[in-house]
C-alpha cells in the first residue's frame, strides 16, 4: 500500500517562504516520478514541479525562477521549496506520484492536500 503524506503548509505574507514535505511510504521509492500539483478556489488542479525517478526536474513556467523541487531517496521524501511567494500562489498543494507499470500503463497515487495560503 503506497501512502502519500504532505506537510509544511500555511499562512505566509508575500514575499515570504514555505517547503512541503512528502513523505511515501511503501517501497521503492526510488522507482516513481514525484510532483507537486496545486488547484486554487474555482481553478483546475495544475501541475507545478516534477522530478523524475533520475532526479531531472521539470517547473511551470508561473513558478520557475522561485521553487524548487527536490528528493530525498533514503528518506522516501519529496520537498518543494517555495520562495517569494505570491498571493496568486494560495491554493492546495497536492504530492502526486507515478511510475510505469507495463506497457503504456503507469500507477498513480496522491495525498490529501496542503493549504499554503499567501497573505499580509
Known amino acids: 500500500q503506497v501512502q502519500l503524506v504532505e506537510s509544511g503548509g500555511g499562512l505566509v505574507q508575500p514575499g515570504g517562504s514555505l517547503r512541503l514535505s512528502c513523505v511515501v511510504s511503501g517501497s521503492w521509492f526510488n522507482s516513481f516520478g514525484m510532483g507537486w500539483y496545486r488547484q486554487a478556489p474555482g481553478k483546475q488542479r495544475e501541475l507545478v514541479a516534477y522530478?523524475?525517478?533520475?532526479?531531472?526536474?521539470d517547473l511551470s513556467h508561473s513558478v520557475k525562477d522561485r521553487f524548487t523541487i527536490s528528493r530525498d531517496d533514503p528518506k522516501n521524501t519529496v520537498y518543494l521549496q517555495m520562495n517569494s511567494l505570491k498571493p496568486e500562489d494560495t491554493a492546495v498543494y497536492y504530492c502526486y506520484a507515478d511510475r510505469p507499470v507495463g506497457g503504456n500503463r503507469r500507477e498513480e497515487y496522491w495525498g490529501q492536500g496542503t493549504q499554503v495560503t499567501v497573505s499580509s
Open positions: 522530478i523524475t525517478s533520475g532526479h531531472s526536474t
